[in-house]
């Protein structure tokens, strides 16, 4: 069985772009949620989509939003870059996001804003 | 106070030893509790999962989580140079992922042979 895939796994981009990072869930998975991994901040919860709603969304502005396609993948997507969401963005998957879920993640994708 | 508190190390102890990795947590509302593995420059994977307090086996890992002291242990019996590698601990009020995982910042630990 695949695991989360996401892509791109690296990618650069200039402040002020903006970046697009998608991730395809473990087939049967409906539940995709993001985080953000740095190294003075941890692992920080970005949002959670279950049937292509959003059901909760951590403390992060407004810049980062997502969405959720009829298929459970799901894109993240951050406008005007600054140079602090330089980061491992991470995409986790489970079945439902329930009680009892298991929640298993993807290798990342790395941004890099210079 | 942070929510979750884990020392972030470096660990480092001899191969075949049992190492003891520990969180604290502010909130009782928390019920699922997680440890993550994670190498260096790959995602976090999943190593144990439990509900309220107890203990959890599995083969050379365990998980303890005594929720009136709001304290989660993971232990490793004999430690193998591949187990180093940073270990996080996460935790859930919902145990799905819906509400978010809440993480301590991990312990980096290293295994000599």
């Known amino acids: 069985k695949a695991g989360v895939t996401q892509t791109p796994r690296y990618l650069i981009k200039t402040r002020g772009q903006q970046v697009t990072l998608s991730c395809s869930p473990i087939?049967?998975?409906?539940?995709v949620s993001w985080y953000q991994q740095t190294p003075g901040q941890g692992l920080q919860f970005l949002f959670e989509y279950f049937s292509e709603t959003q059901r909760n969304k951590g403390n992060f502005p407004g810049r980062f939003s997502g969405r959720q396609f009829s298929n459970s993948r799901s894109e993240m997507n951050v406008s005007t870059l600054e140079l602090g969401d330089s980061a491992l963005y991470l995409c986790a998957s489970s079945t439902t996001g329930t009680s009892g879920n298991t929640i298993y993640f993807g290798e990342g994708s790395w941004l890099t804003v210079v | 106070q942070k929510e979750v508190e884990q020392d972030p190390g470096p660990l480092s102890v001899p191969e075949g030893a049992i190492v003891s990795l520990n969180c604290t947590y502010s909130?009782?509302?928390?019920?699922?509790f997680m440890w993550y593995r994670q190498y260096s420059r790959k995602g976090p994977e999943l190593l144990m999962y439990t509900y309220s307090s107890g203990n959890k086996e599995d083969g050379r890992f365990t998980a303890q989580v005594d929720k009136s002291s709001k304290y989660i242990s993971l232990f490793i019996r004999d430690s193998q140079p591949s187990d180093s590698a940073t270990y996080l601990c996460a935790m859930s009020f919902s145990g799905g992922g819906a509400d978010g995982l809440t993480f301590g910042k991990g312990t980096h630990l290293i295994i000599q042979p």
């Open positions: 909130n009782s509302a928390f019920q699922y």
């Open positions: 087939s049967g998975h409906r539940s």
